[in-house]
């Protein structure tokens, strides 16, 4: 970005794909409170400052971390540098919803380890492992 084009700020497209969003994505976080809707002078069109586009990026990279916009709402609350017990808090949590998420995912992966294993043992014409796995009833 220009030294000229800081000083005056961006127009909302610049700011998208500086941020590599859509446009609506911008609207969106200001309809959520997000993003604050930057002034305009009569007649003219909105101008976004170096800080809105830092603040896109922020909620984008809060959110490939897996942080919902709720949870992104808060970390910008706390975002000043004087709540890093709360901060760590919200991260802990974040972080034992992933490994939990990660022990799933593993277990699946084993689950269908053992029904594609099945597959490749069974003799054609005589059902199929994987069908019959999920047929089955856990009685």
Do not use: W
């Amino acid at each position: 970005m220009s030294r000229q084009t800081a000083m005056s700020g961006i127009k909302v497209g610049q700011l998208a794909r500086a941020a590599a969003v859509n446009v609506e994505t911008v609207r969106y976080y200001q309809r959520i409170g997000l993003l604050p809707l930057p002034s305009r002078d009569y007649g003219s069109i909105r101008r976004y400052s170096v800080d809105d586009l830092k603040r896109v990026r922020f909620i984008k990279r809060a959110q490939k971390l897996g942080f919902s916009l709720d949870d992104v709402a808060v970390l910008l609350g706390l975002s000043d540098g004087k709540h890093c017990a709360e901060t760590k808090a919200l991260a802990e949590t974040r972080l034992a919803v992933v490994e939990e998420k990660i022990a799933d995912l593993a277990a699946i992966r084993e689950a269908l380890k053992g029904l594609v294993a099945k597959c490749s043992k069974g003799s054609r014409g005589c059902g199929c492992p994987v069908i019959d796995a999920l047929i089955e009833d856990e009685s």
